[in-house]
């Protein structure tokens, strides 16, 4: 278990810890000697640090890696930094990626059992054993639990992807209440199916990465293969039901200009769209809203997913006149 977490560290004291190393840059310094500058993760923060002269040292790590780190916690113009003394690579065996990653606040098992319990309120049929099929399949279920909805820009912490689906099964129910004559168990399907190629696309192992099959070929390509093969486990898949649920995959970007071989054709393809990308963006805008909490002014930063600032929440700057 680790100890010592980044929002735990306290100025001008011995810190023995361990970080993941996000960033590693050798640089030269004004009198000539080479440092590494760093920055180390944890799930709680991240932590500039610095190790001088370091071409004395043996150094057996890399970025992505996990290191065990003696060092002293410092100020410098303004911010903490850490002056390290020692600095070595943890074993692999020592190392549990939710303490160094960021993670949802929900726990994943307490999402995935509420996740398995609507999958079952289903009706006895091919949809059913489709979800349930994928869902408890013990080859996917622990990259469920833990992989990351995306790299950066929405839900991108271990168990993100949970968040997201649960999120959306949520939303379509209440979306479905409202629009009855929708179909609500192809609403289900395209929710907890349209980004399981996700779990094959991102690497969470030593960073959050793409894999290289996920580069090269998508998670929307990924996820088509992935529920194509669970079809045919299903005896008798009616063949509408999958041309339907395979479409609600390949169009659930919306347009083709955002990545979607195909473009929503019928009503629930639609929803699933719209409410993926009301998900995603809400959860870009608190993720910016965190992110420039301590920022000045009644702006955020650039938001990349978004492209642009943010108003950040608060009242309006008009009050109404006293009476």
Request: glycine share 6%; with cysteine; charged share 30%.
């Amino acid at each position: 278990m680790k100890q010592g977490f980044i929002s735990e560290l306290s100025p001008d004291r011995p810190v023995r810890s361990t970080f993941l190393v996000q960033t590693k840059e050798r640089k030269i310094a004004s009198n000539g000697s080479a440092y590494l500058d760093l920055e180390l993760v944890d799930s709680t923060g991240s932590l500039k640090a610095k190790l001088w002269d370091c071409d004395r040292w043996k150094l057996d790590f890399e970025a992505d890696d996990v290191v065990r780190v003696d060092a002293q916690l410092e100020e410098y113009r303004g911010a903490a930094q850490l002056k390290i003394r020692k600095i070595e690579k943890c074993p692999p065996e020592e190392v549990d990626l939710r303490d160094y990653f960021p993670r949802s606040a929900r726990d994943p098992e307490e999402m995935y059992g509420k996740l398995l319990e609507r999958l079952r309120r289903v009706p006895e049929g091919p949809v059913r054993q489709l979800l349930l099929g994928v869902a408890e399949d013990p080859a996917i279920a622990p990259k469920l639990k833990l992989a990351p909805a995306a790299t950066a820009f929405h839900h991108a912490y271990l168990g993100g992807l949970l968040e997201h689906v649960l999120s959306l099964v949520e939303l379509g129910d209440q979306v479905c209440d409202h629009y009855p004559t929708l179909d609500r168990d192809l609403v289900l399907a395209g929710l907890v199916l349209h980004d399981v190629g996700k779990l094959e696309e991102l690497s969470y192992e030593r960073g959050f990465h793409y894999s290289t099959r996920g580069q090269l070929i998508g998670h929307i390509t990924i996820g088509l293969e992935m529920v194509q093969s669970k079809m045919r486990a299903v005896p008798d898949f009616p063949a509408p039901l999958r041309d339907r649920i395979e479409h609600i995959i390949l169009s659930h970007h919306g347009k083709l200009e955002f990545g979607s071989p195909k473009e929503p054709a019928f009503p629930e393809a639609l929803v699933v769209h719209y409410l993926d990308d009301l998900d995603s963006k809400l959860a870009a805008m608190r993720a910016q809203y965190a992110s420039d909490k301590d920022r000045e002014g009644d702006f955020t930063s650039r938001n990349r997913a978004l492209g642009r600032e943010l108003l950040k929440p608060g009242p309006p700057d008009h009050q109404p006149p006293k009476l």
